[in-house]
């Protein structure tokens, strides 16, 4: 089918789409590699652990190498940390080591977001006169720079030459404007640009994989939205500039919808939420007295995993199950950060539990 | 005088090529099954090698497709 496609395009592709995509065999390994991830059992008896315990039972798995390699720097908490984040790196680039042709292509656009994160954590670093070690220390090479370049990067002295050795990337058009005043409004500005850069991808393409794609990325994006004007209304902020902290492109949360919704007080804003098509995925958790916001925005990460992993059953040989390969890893690793982190900080197990997406 | 010459294909030679055709276009099934099948098992097997066996079985399943237009093809050639 593939060959008779490509004869009947012929040269005059306009989608960025990069040749021969070997789905079956990307999908088949990344559901081996799915098959790795911890079980939902082993949460419980991580909490009964000690932080020692956990690095044991962390290096005895998936995250042998890491932990192993890291070791002679790192201990206690600050070993597991920075394990978490080599083994997400390693797991991520080599999603794109493995993957060929139009499914590189998506997941080194969705894996933007570190490319991202990196440039601004050396930007802040820049910002506060922090040291090259502690810049290298926050930051997770699982994009396409590479963590040789990017400890290249962090060891210039000002963000100036940072800025100018990024000049042959895309987000040297942003950068430039930088002044070493504005930050915040370059990350946004950086964020944008994710999101455009991703919609970019979906919009040049009809074929039924982007289709999934978009799906996936606008149901993301309805959920982020919801968590943002969550916290806006319980913090009672109800001012119409803060549109821009929207990400426009929902799925089943339109723009508009959120204009509506933006000056509510937050007991409107729940009873305007019993028509949304959310609502029930939250429905037993949002009340109009409540205190914290971790239930709703636990239930909201669950709800995405678990309609990631049931879209990866009904298409099983596309991106999918490789977005929600990427989902449930991520989700792993916050997952133990949470129990780590929590336990260093001698946080009660009940708090502990309700933080974790499980 | 007009003379007509008369051609008839020889059921023999229509026989083959319909044996020919069986064999060759269940080839062709096979192994556009067997590609996609093929590849996920090399996939699976980069990440667990104790999947090799399952993997094998799997891949030569559509090879049946093949047998069968092999059959046909005995079959129609007797």
């Not at chain 1, 082993?42 to 798995?61: K, Q, V």
């Not at chain 1, 999934?212 to 119409?240: C, H, Y």
């Not at chain 1, 995405?304 to 040989?317: E, G, Q």
Request: proline residues 3%.
């Amino acid at each position: 089918m593939q060959l008779l496609q490509k004869f009947k395009l012929g040269k005059s592709k306009k989608s960025p789409s990069k040749g021969h995509a070997n789905y079956a065999y990307t999908t088949a390994r990344v559901r081996a590699m799915k098959s790795k991830i911890l079980p939902k059992e082993t949460y419980p008896r991580l909490m009964n652990m000690s932080i020692d315990e956990i690095t044991r039972f962390i290096g005895e798995s998936e995250y042998k190498e890491d932990i192993d390699e890291l070791a002679r720097i790192h201990d206690g908490v600050d070993l597991i940390e920075h394990a978490l984040n080599r083994n997400l790196a390693v797991t991520f680039t080599k999603l794109l080591s493995i993957s060929e042709g139009d499914v590189n292509f998506l997941v080194g656009e969705k894996l933007k977001k570190y490319d991202i994160w990196n440039i601004k954590t050396l930007l802040r670093g820049k910002y506060c006169n922090a040291s090259t070690e502690e810049i290298l220390e926050a930051i997770v090479a699982a994009g396409r720079l590479s963590y040789s370049f990017l400890s290249s990067l962090a060891a210039k002295g000002t963000y100036e030459e940072v800025i100018s050795e990024l000049a042959n990337t895309e987000y040297y058009p942003i950068l430039k404007g930088y002044d070493g005043t504005n930050l915040s409004d370059i990350e946004n500005q950086l964020d944008k640009m994710y999101y455009a850069g991703l919609f970019g991808t979906i919009r040049e393409s009809k074929s039924k994989d982007r289709k999934l794609f978009a799906e996936f990325i606008r149901m993301g994006i309805d959920l982020k939205n919801l968590v943002t004007l969550f916290r806006l209304k319980k913090s009672g902020i109800a001012d119409p500039e803060m549109m821009n902290l929207m990400i426009d492109g929902g799925l089943r949360l339109k723009h508009r919808d959120i204009e509506k919704m933006m000056p509510l007080s937050f007991a409107d804003f729940v009873s305007e939420l019993e028509s949304n098509p959310y609502w029930d995925v939250m429905a037993d958790v949002v009340r109009p007295d409540m205190v914290s916001l971790i239930d709703i925005e636990t239930r909201l990460k669950k709800h995405r995993l678990k309609s990631a992993a049931s879209f990866s059953h009904v298409y099983p040989i596309s991106i999918v199950p490789i977005m929600d390969y990427m989902l449930s890893k991520q989700n792993e690793i916050s997952n133990l950060r949470i129990i780590v982190r929590g336990k260093a900080a001698n946080l009660d197990d009940d708090i502990i539990k309700e933080q974790l997406v499980i | 005088m007009v003379t007509e010459t008369l051609t008839v294909m020889d059921p023999a030679g229509l026989k083959a090529i319909g044996a020919g055709l069986a064999v060759g276009l269940t080839g062709i099934a096979s192994a556009l099954a067997e590609k996609d099948i093929g590849s996920a098992a090399i996939g699976a097997m980069a990440e667990n090698e104790s999947l090799f066996g399952k993997g094998l079985i799997l891949t030569v399943i559509p090879e049946t497709i093949v047998i069968f237009g092999l059959v046909v093809s005995l079959l129609i050639i007797q």
